[in-house]
């Protein structure tokens, strides 16, 4: 088994870096202060290939592996959990959606546009009422002629305001019934559909919250994705990628909280010398060191067996679980070590704590995650 970056991952997690330096980290505090979300940078990122990083070249796509998309989640997260979950979300979910489960013609229609970053893409399976029991989504879809008619509202959508096209997942059979419900391709501007912003919001700032209503919203049946009635099952094998993002997304917020601590410790002196040297703080930095490392193997390893094609349900489960828990207890301990500082907005801590805490929660919370492993394990 080989742990070594390759020479892809190195030259992306370099690329991240330099990029995150130069335009993210000047800007993340007023961005996280204003819940501004940077569509301008979100462009530009398209243009170094971060929004169709797996994308195959043919459809306008970087073509990088899925463990090389986790590279350069990894050090988006270090810098900023709220752009870097813009780029999962835009990746794995809208993007994700169109290109494993689209037909040909649909590929060919937004794929390259979303992986330039001329469209940023949005995905809604969540709706007020129903969350981790996704399968009793109320938003319907009744067959008119040649089209569909929509009504209802989506919940929670990463870009629902700003995107240009979004995936949405409702209802065209029972309640209930797992091949009840359809993918759909909605474009922003079709009659009926509407977005509104969802502010206030604890952690992840920069990447933008919205809940999308949908009035008697006129699509056309060349906007359905696959098959009538697949949406469900489309909806948990995208899920079961997406969440190995959010586990790297995570991985980076750890260590971005692990490092920010190492240095501060290294710095700060109390009773004489730096609070590094105390073994309440070293120890800390211990388990954080080593939680960190432990997160990003799984990671890798979902990553690995999703490259692969293998069967990643239980281990994307794994590490999104672990690791988003991981990020909540470095972001904790940075806050603890930092002591008063680590309170204020002037010091990175409080940041990395209040997004981590929103990677225990999106894509599945860490219970389900919890539901998930238990079945795959007790399933005979
Ligand atoms: N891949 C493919 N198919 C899957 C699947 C997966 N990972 N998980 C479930 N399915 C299929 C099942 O095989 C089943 O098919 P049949 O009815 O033909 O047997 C169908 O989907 C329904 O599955 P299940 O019975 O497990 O559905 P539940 O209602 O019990 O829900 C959970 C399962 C809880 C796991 C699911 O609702 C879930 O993931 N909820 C969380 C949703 C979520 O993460 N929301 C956050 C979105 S933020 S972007």
Avoid at 22 to 38: M, S
Avoid at 58 to 63: D, E, L, P, V
Wanted: glycine share 10%; net charge negative; charged share 25%.
């Amino acid at each position: 088994m080989n742990f070594d970056l390759n020479e892809n991952q190195k030259m992306i997690a370099q690329m991240v870096r330099d990029f995150a330096e130069k335009e993210i980290r000047p800007n993340l505090n007023q961005w996280d202060k204003d819940e501004y979300f940077p569509v301008e940078t979100m462009k530009k990122m398209g243009e170094l290939g971060l929004l169709g990083i797996y994308i195959p070249e043919q459809y306008g796509g970087s073509g990088f592996t899925y463990d090389e998309y986790v590279t350069a989640l990894i050090e988006l997260g270090k810098v900023c959990g709220g752009v870097g979950l813009s780029v999962a979300a835009h990746n794995s979910l809208c993007t994700g959606h169109i290109y494993y489960h689209g037909s040909e013609e649909q590929k060919m229609k937004y794929l390259p546009k979303l992986a330039s970053g001329e469209f940023i893409g949005a995905w809604g399976l969540t709706e007020p009422n129903t969350g981790s029991d996704a399968m009793r989504m109320k938003t319907t879809a009744v067959r008119d002629g040649d089209d569909w008619i929509i009504n209802g509202a989506k919940n929670w959508i990463t870009h629902g305001l700003s995107g240009d096209v979004a995936v949405v997942l409702v209802r065209t059979g029972e309640e209930l019934d797992s091949n009840g419900i359809t993918a759909f391709i909605i474009e922003k501007g079709m009659p009926g559909f509407s977005a509104v912003k969802i502010g206030d919001k604890l952690g992840v700032r920069a990447s933008e919250t919205a809940e999308l209503i949908f009035e008697n919203v006129r699509v056309p049946n060349a906007n359905v994705i696959g098959e009538v009635g697949q949406g469900f099952k489309q909806a948990m094998q995208i899920l079961d990628g997406g969440r190995i993002s959010i586990a790297a997304l995570s991985c980076g917020v750890a260590r971005g909280a692990y490092e920010a601590s190492v240095k501060y410790a290294k710095e700060r002196e109390q009773f004489g010398k730096p609070i590094s040297h105390f073994q309440a703080i070293a120890f800390k930095l211990a388990d954080m060191a080593t939680e960190v490392e432990a997160a990003e193997l799984l990671t890798f390893q979902a990553a690995y067996l999703k490259n692969t094609k293998q069967s990643m349900t239980r281990q994307g489960a794994y590490a999104k679980y672990y690791a988003s828990e991981v990020a909540v207890r470095c972001g904790n301990e940075a806050v603890q070590i930092m002591g008063g500082y680590g309170y204020t907005r002037e010091y990175p801590a409080e940041k990395f704590l209040r997004d981590a805490k929103l990677m225990t929660i999106g894509e599945g919370t860490s219970e389900i995650q919890k539901v998930v492993i238990s079945r795959e394990i007790l399933k005979s």
